[in-house]
């Protein structure tokens, strides 16, 4: 019986290292990045603007069906005026019927020094109220080929009334060896 466990236990530990090294040897690695998103619908020059929605569901208190296409800036801190670290480009839609939560299809398109032009791509269901809300990383380019991970939304600040919102965000991205 203890020979059974160790064997396993010896299979389990030498797949997990197999799959977490190339045949170079360069090992994968696991990068943190934190940041804040700047979500502006309503500025002088807005961030995330709304294009599409259909009018029977107008009054949906959940705005159901409604469509934004975003261009956020990522900051280091939460002050919109500190470095900039790239921009959040994509999509997302209201997509439930009883609660406020987005699908969303989005870019992290880095713009900051060595990361600069590498893009990390995620997608997934964002319930807005939920304190944690996370998003499985489907790939990445440059520096992020063959990506995988998730990444995590908090709301640090939301005004109802416009829909501006900073978002703590959190991502864990395991890189490839390779790059
Ligand atoms: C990022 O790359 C672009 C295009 O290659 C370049 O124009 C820009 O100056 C770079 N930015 C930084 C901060 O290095």
Do not use: C, W
């Not at 969303?104 to 713009?111: D, E, G, K, Q, Y």
């Not at 790939?139 to 995590?152: C, D, I, N």
Request: aromatic share 12%.
């Amino acid at each position: 019986m203890a020979k059974t466990i160790l064997f396993l236990l010896l299979a389990i530990l030498s797949s997990a290292t197999a799959t977490t090294r190339n045949h170079h040897g360069h090992g994968d690695k696991l990068t943190r990045f934190h940041f804040y998103i700047h979500d502006i619908p309503v500025a002088a020059k807005p961030t995330a603007v709304e294009v599409a929605g259909a009018p029977s569901f107008n009054k949906s208190p959940v705005r159901f069906s409604r469509v934004s296409v975003v261009d956020d800036p990522i900051t280091e801190t939460p002050d919109p005026k500190s470095r900039i670290l790239g921009r959040v480009q994509g999509l997302y839609a209201f997509s439930s019927q009883t609660e406020a939560s987005l699908s969303v299809f989005l870019n992290i398109v880095f713009t900051d020094k060595k990361y600069n032009g590498s893009q990390i791509n995620f997608l997934g269901q964002d319930p807005l109220g939920l304190k944690v809300r996370e998003m499985p990383i489907v790939g990445g380019t440059g520096a992020f080929r063959f990506a995988k991970g998730y990444v995590e939304f908090r709301t640090l600040q939301f005004d109802p009334s416009t829909g501006n919102a900073i978002l703590d965000t959190n991502v864990y991205v395991v890189r490839s060896g390779y790059f």
